[in-house]
């Protein structure tokens, strides 16, 4: 590790959308370590297809509000959802300053799109690649940051304590298995979410919940590790690995779900939970592994011009869906629980903040809104930087001896990792 300091005003674990935000928003003089267990471009931030929401405007926000705490099952936090809301409108204009492109009409106008359990048109997005198109331009600034390193095939497996506060964190590299310390004065955990511990997932398998069992180990308080949400259209296949996602928005523009009649079956609008438990049925009643969703109805135009990626890769797979419905059945695709956070991104740890889908501020309640999850990984990831900063002057770095032949059994402790997320999952489930 001769080439790598081992000392940082900030450790950041995670490069997605969440993890570029805090580091951007950080001082230019501020030293930061970004870490990420595999390229730094395999983040399910780049995989976000159907967009990101923002307030339309004051006569929205009543509107905004109660899509969002319908969605939720109104377990939502208010007070998280109106701060989520209310900076939307600044978050955006944040990422069109640096660069990045979302669908305009011919007097250079936002376009909006909708997805289910919206009540308006009120997502931005860029094809059907909008993660790729926000967190490439964050992350091409990030490199060109010289205070900020970016750490790829490594792995946070714990983090360090000092005097009852967070001092960094124990990173592995995933190539050598190489074990070494890094100290901070701040450390954020924004690793993502769940996926990799399903089956059946949208997500890339590496993001497995890592700083959800590191924050438990610690009693760092987390909650509602049993909410999780079910993508109601991946498409169907019987080979193993992630589930492509076949964007929500497909339905907001018209395409309808059919049973294997042929025959229509539920509001392919109402929220993501609905649909599922909609299909699923179906599915059961008909005995079938796969239900079908026709994007005839969306018009070949919009296809094309809306759908590239959605429209190339089910070609690959064998199906024209100018000309024909395609298989299509539930996944996981998000975590509304995680570390559980304040209005700035604090954990129940002095000095550690988590942001992102590993973090739980209550903004989604049981369900998420669709589109509101990268809007919301930029909202608290910012608020955390800012937090920082104003902190930053104030607080050293503590260097703490690390044992580190307790990771070096790393398969054992992966398996230890995910039981505990598990098993604290299950126990919320009863306690339901
Ligand atoms: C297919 C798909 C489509 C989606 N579409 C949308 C959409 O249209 N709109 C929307 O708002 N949301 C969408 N989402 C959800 C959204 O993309 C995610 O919630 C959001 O990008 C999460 O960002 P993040 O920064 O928290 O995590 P991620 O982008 O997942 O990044 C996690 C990072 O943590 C790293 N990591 C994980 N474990 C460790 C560890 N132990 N040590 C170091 N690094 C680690 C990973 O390598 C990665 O860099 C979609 C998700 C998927 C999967």
Not at 56 to 71: K, L
Not at 82 to 92: D, E, G
Not at 262 to 275: A, S, T, W, Y
């Amino acid at each position: 590790m001769a080439e790598l300091q081992q000392n940082y005003d900030v450790l950041i674990a995670g490069t997605g959308v969440a993890g570029l935000m805090c580091a951007l928003n950080l001082p230019r003089e501020a030293r930061i370590l970004m870490l990420t267990k595999a390229a730094v471009d395999e983040s399910d931030s780049f995989l976000a297809q159907g967009g990101i929401c923002m307030l339309r405007g004051e006569d929205d926000y009543q509107s905004y509000f109660e899509d969002t705490m319908r969605a939720g099952h109104y377990e939502n936090d208010e007070a998280a959802v109106r701060q989520m809301i209310l900076s939307s409108p600044q978050i955006i204009r944040e990422l069109v300053a640096d660069g990045v492109d979302f669908a305009r009409d011919e007097e250079g106008n936002f376009r909006f799109t909708r997805e289910g359990g919206h009540s308006r048109s009120r997502i931005l997005f860029h094809d059907d690649v909008t993660g790729k198109e926000i967190t490439g331009k964050l992350l091409r600034l990030a490199r060109s940051r010289s205070n900020v390193k970016i750490l790829e095939y490594a792995e946070l497996v714990d983090i360090l304590l000092s005097d009852g506060e967070c001092a960094g964190g124990v990173v592995r590299r995933t190539e050598s298995g190489e074990l070494f310390p890094v100290y901070a004065a701040f450390t954020l955990l924004a690793t993502g979410g769940v996926g990799g511990l399903y089956e059946h997932s949208t997500n890339f398998r590496h993001l497995t919940g890592d700083a959800l069992a590191i924050a438990m180990k610690h009693g760092v308080a987390v909650e509602h590790l049993n909410y999780v949400q079910i993508h109601p259209t991946t498409f169907y296949s019987e080979k193993h690995g992630r589930r492509f996602l076949i964007s929500e928005s497909v339905r907001g523009e018209g395409a309808v779900l059919l049973d294997k009649e042929g025959k229509r079956f539920c509001n392919e609008l109402l929220p993501r939970d609905i649909v599922t438990g909609e299909i699923r049925a179906r599915m059961r009643k008909d005995g079938t592994k796969h239900v079908w969703l026709d994007m005839r109805p969306v018009g070949e135009k919009t296809i094309l011009e809306h759908f590239p990626t959605i429209y190339a890769r089910c070609q690959r797979e064998g199906y024209d869906v100018l000309k024909q419905p395609i298989p299509v059945v539930p996944a996981q695709h998000y975590f509304m629980g995680g570390i559980k956070v304040d209005a700035d991104a604090h954990t129940s740890l002095g000095r550690l903040y988590a942001a992102g889908e590993t973090a739980c501020n209550g903004v989604h309640g049981k369900n998420r809104l669709a589109s509101n999850s990268l809007l919301e990984s930029l909202v608290w990831a910012k608020r955390a930087a800012l937090d920082m900063s104003a902190k930053l002057k104030e607080v050293s770095v503590k260097e703490v001896p690390a044992d580190l032949s307790q990771y070096e059994d790393y398969g054992r402790m992966k398996e230890n990792y995910a039981k505990s997320i598990r098993e604290e999952a299950e126990r919320e489930d009863c306690l339901d």
